[in-house]
């Protein structure tokens, strides 16, 4: 047992050592938005809502067709990947990493590793679930897709995704506050 359990520690180590490695470039942005979404100050969860209320009121107002906004996104995207690692030593003075943001750094890269691994680990439960008992998985995945479309039928699609980009934005201060039971620091 204590030997699967040193192989399965090592492999996400591996796997971690390999995604800093991949994000090196983004380690300065990473531990911004880290504090930022932990809610390290008072002020963060309403500057979280009023940029994701700004992005969606703009979407609202340009109204623009789904593929231009694919596209505009993906391209943001593109250029985001191009430009982040080279000005963001330059604007967060980055040069110098202190052991305090590695060890962030670290963690916040094995968190990544640990959701990748949760959401794979759903998708395989989900397909055994398929093969061991079909008729559940089947009427269980007909009513949940029905109740999604009613929903959505219900509720506009632009509202709706904006609900749902707010609420995963501002989990993990939410997680955070829950877990300490302390609101952040005033400045």
Known sequence: MAKGDNRSTNLLAAETASLEEQL????AVMLMADKVLRWERAW???????????????????????LSGVSCFVMFLCLADYLVPILAPRIFCSNKWTTEQQQRFYEICSN?????????????????????????????????????AWVGQQVHN??????????????????????????????
Not at 44 to 66: C, E, K, Q, R, T
């Open 24 to 27: 090196q470039g983004w380690g």
């Open 44 to 66: 963060f969860p309403p500057a979280i809502m009023g940029v994701a209320s700004l992005v969606f009121l703009n979407i609202y107002y340009l109204d623009p067709p789904v």
């Open 112 to 148: 990544l590793v640990k959701t990748r691994r949760r959401t794979v680990g759903w998708w395989k439960r989900l397909f055994t679930l398929k093969e061991e008992k079909p008729k559940m998985c089947f009427m269980t995945m007909i009513i949940s897709l029905a109740v999604v």
């Open 158 to 187: 632009l509202l709706l995704t904006y609900l749902i980009v707010t609420f995963l934005l501002l989990l993990p201060g939410l997680n955070q506050f829950r877990s300490t039971l302390e609101w952040p620091k005033g400045r």
